[in-house]
């Protein structure tokens, strides 16, 4: 379907609240009908998805681990057995976006550790069927299109018991790659726009999600960018989830310039690209509002 055709798909819903003007040129819209399966497109897509099934491409495309050799590391693997008791409903009732965060709280390196490792970490394998003993696919906590996790996890840590800075999260040795020392309090505040409605500058830490988006068209096509997307909702809500039985405050964020985060990472912005942005911070006790207004 092309724009004009959308447009006329259109015309079929007049006096719908949203104007047609909305959806003019949508690029969302063009990209979605083309990569809708239909039963000829599934036929021909599907025939390309069982060729990416071949010893020589799944040896290289089960393991993306992107690793950045020679930096300072962070073991976190002592730390990966101490996880929250709270039950799972009360955890999904109570979660709600915090915004305002306690500036003196220090997260703990457990703490750390278990909203990396419990949300995207590597925590098991499994044996790729036509490859033998030589390549695996490493399993997370969150479902993956196809086993091939596209994200990759960097986080600013802020206030910690580890120096302030920007590391890079290994998810297969569950560590952490220190990439820059330093705050970057202001830099955040300044190429994410959440303030004033979100104190990004109290907050203990603030992750950033990329991704590698050929990890997934590889195999899917363009469909795989809806892949991509969808992990990485997953990923934000185990994320939000986790901070809450940690009794951690979060906030996912979409108004970030993405070419700037894309410069503060590091990365290209096209093979791999900002997706996702979740500041977490200690919460401000109802005790503490009232001593601080008295
Ligand atoms: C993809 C996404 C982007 C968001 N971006 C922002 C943001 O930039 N600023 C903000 O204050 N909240 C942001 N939020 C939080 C929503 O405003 C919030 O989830 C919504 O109002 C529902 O409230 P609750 O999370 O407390 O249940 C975002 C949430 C999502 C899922």
């Given at each position: 379907m092309n724009i004009k055709e959308i447009k006329n798909k259109y015309l079929?819903?007049?006096?719908?609240?949203?104007?047609?003007r909305n959806i003019e040129d949508s690029l969302a819209l063009l990209y979605h009908e083309n990569s809708k399966f239909t039963s000829h497109s599934a036929r021909v897509e599907g025939q390309k998805i069982m060729g990416f099934n071949n010893p020589f491409v799944n040896k290289r495309a089960y393991q993306p681990y992107k690793c950045y050799p020679g930096t300072k590391r962070v073991d976190l693997n002592d730390y990966k057995d101490t996880v929250p008791q709270k039950e799972l409903v009360a955890t999904l009732n109570q979660r709600r976006s915090v915004r305002?965060?306690?500036?003196?709280y220090k997260i703990s390196l457990s703490e750390i550790t278990t909203l990396l490792y419990q949300s995207y970490g590597v925590n098991n394998s499994q044996e790729l069927y036509n490859v033998g003993r030589e390549a695996h696919m490493g399993l997370r906590n969150v479902p993956s299109g196809g086993g091939l996790f596209p994200l990759e996890m960097y986080v600013v840590i802020q206030?910690?018991?580890?120096?302030s800075g920007l590391y890079h999260y290994r998810t297969d040795l569950n560590e952490l790659e220190c990439l820059k020392e330093g705050d970057f309090k202001d830099t955040l505040a300044g190429i994410i726009q959440a303030e004033p409605y979100v104190q990004i500058r109290d907050a203990s830490m603030v992750m950033l999600v990329t991704g590698v988006v050929e990890r997934s068209i590889i195999k899917y096509g363009d469909r795989g960018y809806r892949f991509m997307l969808q992990e990485s909702g997953e990923v934000a809500q185990t994320v939000s989830l986790l901070g809450e039985a940690l009794d951690l405050g979060s906030c996912i964020l979409g108004g970030y310039l993405d070419d700037k985060v894309n410069e503060f990472l590091d990365v290209?912005?096209?093979f791999e690209s900002i997706n996702n942005i979740i500041v977490i911070g200690g919460k401000i006790k109802q005790e503490e509002c009232h001593e601080k207004d008295s």
């Open positions: 079929e819903k007049d006096g719908c609240m949203y104007g047609r305002n965060y306690n500036p003196t206030n910690s018991h580890i120096p290209d912005g096209v």
